[in-house]
Nanobody, 117 residues
Framework: QVQLVESGGGLVQPGWSLRLSCAAS????????MGWYRQAPGKQRELVAMRPAGSGADYADSVKGRCIISRDFVKNTVLLQMVNLSPEDTAVYYCFLRPLFDSNEYWGQGTQVTVSS
């Protein structure tokens, strides 16, 4: 079983930066993809960014140029750093882990990010 625990959400002002962290524990299937989705009120969950075990990363168009996703493969963590936040970034952010050779997906409990003045 895999457990994902997010941290780093909260209330920030427009234009500020934020860093979200997610730590995976348990029996972690490898290789895998880790990343972040978000869900705003009344909207569908959308992919923010994901980082496979190798190189490269994918970002939503809405965060490209404002967001960096990174992984620590020793600590089994994934970080999401966002700059120049706007109210449109307000959402619950969910960490996920998706094994490449397993149909299971694992999700964190979500962390609220609110961008407001």
């Amino acid at each position: 079983q895999v457990q994902l625990v997010e941290s780093g959400g909260g209330l920030v002002q427009p234009g500020w930066s934020l860093r979200l962290s997610c730590a995976a524990s348990g029996i972690i299937p490898r290789p895998n993809v880790m990343g972040w989705y978000r869900q705003a009120p009344g909207k569908q969950r959308e992919l923010v960014a994901m980082r496979p075990a190798g190189s490269g990363a994918d970002y939503a168009d809405s965060v490209k140029g404002r967001c960096i996703i990174s992984r620590d493969f020793v600590k089994n963590t994934v970080l999401l750093q966002m700059v120049n936040l706007s109210p449109e970034d307000t959402a619950v952010y969910y960490c996920f882990l998706r094994p490449l050779f397993d149909s299971n997906e694992y999700w964190g409990q979500g962390t609220q990010v609110t961008v407001s003045s």
